[in-house]
């Protein structure tokens, strides 16, 4: 079977002169639960442009957890965020975590971005413990969770 699963330049090759196009793929969610998440400790990666849809889906499930366990805790790992995701995310954050107040016992922010981190630094003013963690400390930000 000469040519079965062949890609060339976008295109599958079916075997002599044909040829089928192959669906582009479409870009992964910004935004994904982390494989480490874990009875109360809850981990989120989010990344480049967040979507409105993506919070909202975000907050319902961080909702989900806390009828579950009661009090939990949120790492997330951001990456590449844009600005304009940053401020939303920290917005939306804030707002959860005072409408959830009693409901999320830590927060941690794991980034390499400078700025991102001194914003998180001065939204520790929210009700919660939160900590800023470097990508090279995730490990560390998951035994504080803990």
């Known amino acids: 079977m000469v040519g079965t699963g062949l890609t060339v330049m ?3 090759w079916q075997g ?3 040829w089928t196009p192959v669906p582009e793929a479409k870009d ?4 994904r639960r982390l494989e480490k998440s874990h009875d109360k400790v809850i981990g989120y ?3 480049g442009e967040v979507t409105a849809d993506e919070y909202t889906q975000l907050a319902s499930e961080l909702r989900d957890e806390i009828a579950k366990h ?3 805790r949120v790492l997330f790992r951001l990456s590449d965020l844009e600005l304009s995701s940053f401020f939303t995310a920290l917005d939306e954050r804030l707002s959860f975590v005072r409408e959830n107040r009693d409901d999320v016992e830590r927060v941690a922010v794991v980034t390499d971005d400078t700025a991102t981190q001194l914003l998180s630094k ?3 003013a ?3 413990e939160l900590q800023t963690f470097s990508s090279d400390d995730e490990s560390k930000a ?3 969770m803990e």
């Open 45 to 47: 990666s989010l990344s």
């Open 142 to 144: 998951w035994a504080w």
């Open 28 to 31: 992964p969610s910004m935004m």
């Open 126 to 128: 929210a009700p919660v």
């Open 10 to 12: 976008g295109e599958r």
């Open 16 to 18: 002599p002169a044909t």
């Open 70 to 72: 009661g009090a939990i």
């Open 122 to 124: 001065a939204a520790q």
